[in-house]
């Protein structure tokens, strides 16, 4: 944990250093532990306490006296309506929005289709509309939300805030959308890669003794792979990690927008599965319209996600067509996943995101066994595969903590 200065002039961070302590503990910390754990003096901590107090960012909650002699002393934790931050979800299905207490906990939440075409203005609009209801919904004082962060697909220009070139929202190409909402907000905003937010939302989740290297396996309209490595989400040199789509798994599968055959991404991506179960004659057109084997329909996001559903659901009732696409997915996940757990060491797999419940029993039924089927003999350990407990909001989730973490988590820099 960083340390405190005994120097007025970096209050602030000296602020930043106590509260992010006082968030990291379980119980709640006294003065004196503070003191211990920053290396700040008692008589700084006295008064960072002071303005934190009257910030309303902390609280005292009871007296601390089990075993330790002398006069109790006086426990102080977050007060969770202390501050407050929105995260957007930003994915060509769906847009998912949350307002996060100062804890991290989901106080309000939001959920409406992206628009089909995915143009860039009009998602915006959506956006604001989403935000307006959560903070609507809520009744938080305005000067009690922080900021705004958004996880969107990648690349991203994290320094600038922009879209670059989403490949599946080609709408959204080279958009200003940090400046675009801080403007309509006149709320301090930031962008995030999605799979880097997901993996942002379920570190600060995790449970007292959960492993420190994992991945998360974000699954929504595309699929990409969040790091947490020694116990820190891994972003990459210029925040654009994850993405994980082009390792090639199948050889002489489908064809990817990158040209080449058999790719991880592709392989798993919901609008290919569908396409799959449209082939195979599990699922109708919509329109009626021809199908002919091999050749890809064109299909806006609202349609697939429909037929993703019912391709799901097909399967589920025993559909052994469906279910052999699905498991074709399982088989090529595990490919992937098993060169990923023996080239970085990880011991645990996390899954989520907005098209993970409809696969999730399928996935962690079969997923284990066919990772040991294909064991190359390198790993001393098992990995543990599971479901996030965030839920589908996990991504939007990440983007508010990444807000609340950029505000209150110590940095050098800001010195």
């Known amino acids: 944990m960083p340390k405190g200065a005994n120097l007025p002039a970096i209050a602030a961070f000296n602020e930043t250093v106590v509260l992010d302590a006082v968030r990291r503990s379980e119980g709640g910390l006294s003065r004196v532990e503070l003191a211990s754990v920053s290396g700040l003096s008692a008589q700084t901590v006295t008064n960072v306490v002071r303005r934190l107090l009257a910030q309303g960012l902390i609280k005292e909650a009871g007296k601390q006296n089990e075993g330790s002699p002398g006069k109790p002393r006086t426990l102080l934790r977050l007060d969770p309506a202390g501050a407050y931050a929105v995260g957007v979800h930003l994915d060509p ?3 998912t929005c949350v307002l996060l207490d100062l804890e991290g906990e989901v106080v309000e939440h939001d959920r409406r289709p992206s628009p089909p075409d ?5 998602t915006l609009a959506v956006i604001l509309e989403a935000i307006g209801s959560v903070l609507t919904a809520s009744g ?3 000067d009690r939300v922080i900021g705004v962060g958004v996880a ?10 922009v879209v670059v070139r989403p490949p599946l929202i080609p709408g959204w190409n080279d958009f200003h959308l940090r400046d675009e909402l801080t403007s309509a907000t006149g709320l301090p905003s ?12 379920e570190r600060w989740r995790d449970p007292a ?9 974000y699954y929504g309209t595309g699929a990409g792979i969040g790091l947490v490595l020694g116990g820190e989400v891994y972003t990459g040199s210029t925040e654009n990690a994850g993405d994980a789509g082009h390792v090639l798994v199948d050889p002489g599968g489908a064809l990817c927008a990158c040209g080449r055959r058999g790719c991880w991404g592709e392989s798993v991506r919901p609008q290919r599965l569908v396409m799959q179960g449209l082939w195979a004659g599990v699922l109708t057109p919509p329109g009626d319209e021809e199908v002919i084997d091999g050749v890809d329909l064109d299909l806006d996001v609202e349609v697939v996600d429909t037929l993703f559903t019912q391709l799901t659901a097909a399967a589920d009732a025993g559909d052994e067509r469906a279910a052999g696409i699905l498991d074709r997915s399982i088989r090529n996940t595990a490919f992937y996943l098993s060169n990923l757990a023996a080239l970085l060491d990880i011991d645990r797999v996390v899954f ?13 039924e079969q997923l284990p066994a066919r990772m040991a089927e294909i064991d190359m003999s390198i790993l001393t350990h098992p990995v543990l595969i599971q479901g996030t407990e965030v839920g589908e909001d996990v991504a939007a989730v990440g983007a508010a903590c990444l807000v609340l973490d950029e505000t209150f988590s110590p940095r050098v820099g800001r010195l």
Request: proline share 7%; no cysteine.
């Open 152 to 161: 969107a697909p990648g690349p991203i220009d994290a320094e600038t805030g």
């Open 352 to 364: 989520g995101g907005p098209s993970w419940s409809r696969v999730e029993r399928r996935y962690l």
């Open 140 to 142: 938080v004082e305005p």
């Open 209 to 217: 003794g959960a492993s420190k290297d994992y991945a998360f396996v």
């Open 118 to 122: 995915g143009d860039a203005e009009a």
């Open 190 to 201: 930031l962008v995030a890669k999605d799979v880097i937010s997901a993996a942002v939302a």
């Open 93 to 95: 299905t769906v847009i």
